[in-house]
């Protein structure tokens, strides 16, 4: 099945310093990837989506020049959180569609759980 | 941005019981999902279903995907204990030539041996 790789994990940082976030289809090409933010006891929140090859789409609210967005590849799109200040620790997760089937259903990744102290 | 109203938002029952959660919206969905999460991973695909009125089970799960398209529920039947974990709901459509997935606030359930 489709299965889709984020890394890392987790990670601390500290307040002002970037961190950029992987995800990686292993064995489907993905044109398209979403991320997500998810706040503890909450839902899932759409942050944007990537299109490879061209610039990403954001949600109404999500700032662009702060959560940078690169589809470089089909199997391979990064988030970078700039100047990351303790208001955005949480929980960010990527998804992608297998292709070929418009009804397929999104799959996700494992999630990269991100503290900034 | 939009949610769908998941119920209930929690559920605590004993090993063997069975449960059942729901979604409805105000929207119509073109697809609608159910995910399962675990503490620190992303939510995994339980079921998918893609006409109105259609029901899929997936071993003790069962689905349904509401006539009017703005609902749906999740049934488990015989629980076990490793079905705790939060249920979302999802409902896809397709806007402008681009996708959306909306997702419910989810349910948490808990399972006592």
């Known amino acids: 099945g489709a299965v889709v790789s984020q890394h890392p994990s987790r990670v601390i940082c500290k307040s002002g310093t970037s961190v950029k976030i992987e995800c990686r289809s292993l064995?489907?090409?993905?044109?398209?990837m979403f991320w997500y933010r998810q706040f503890p006891k909450q839902s899932l929140m759409l942050m944007a989506t990537s299109n490879e090859g061209s610039k990403a789409t954001y949600e109404q609210g999500v700032e662009k020049d702060k959560f940078l967005i690169n589809h470089a590849s089909l199997t391979l799109s990064t988030l970078t959180v700039t100047s990351a200040h303790p208001e955005d620790s949480s929980f960010y997760i990527c998804s992608a569609r297998a292709p070929g089937d418009r009804r397929s259903p999104l799959h996700f990744g494992n999630g990269t759980r991100l503290t900034v102290t | 941005g939009q949610q769908l109203n998941q119920s209930p938002q929690s559920m605590f029952i004993q090993e063997g019981e069975d449960v059942s959660m729901n979604c409805t919206s105000s929207s119509i969905f073109n697809t609608w999902l159910w995910y399962k999460q675990e503490p620190g991973e992303g939510p995994v695909l339980l079921i998918a279903l893609y006409k109105a009125g259609e029901l899929t089970s997936n071993g003790r799960l069962t689905a349904q995907f509401g006539i009017t398209r703005k609902d749906s529920f999740l049934n488990i039947s015989a629980s076990i204990p490793s079905d705790v974990g939060i249920y979302f709901c999802?409902?896809?459509?397709?806007?402008?030539?681009?996708?959306?997935?909306?997702f419910g606030k989810g349910t948490k359930l808990t399972v006592n041996p």
């Open positions: 999802a409902g896809r459509k397709t806007q402008g030539g681009s996708e959306k997935l909306v």
């Open positions: 064995d489907f090409q993905a044109t398209t």
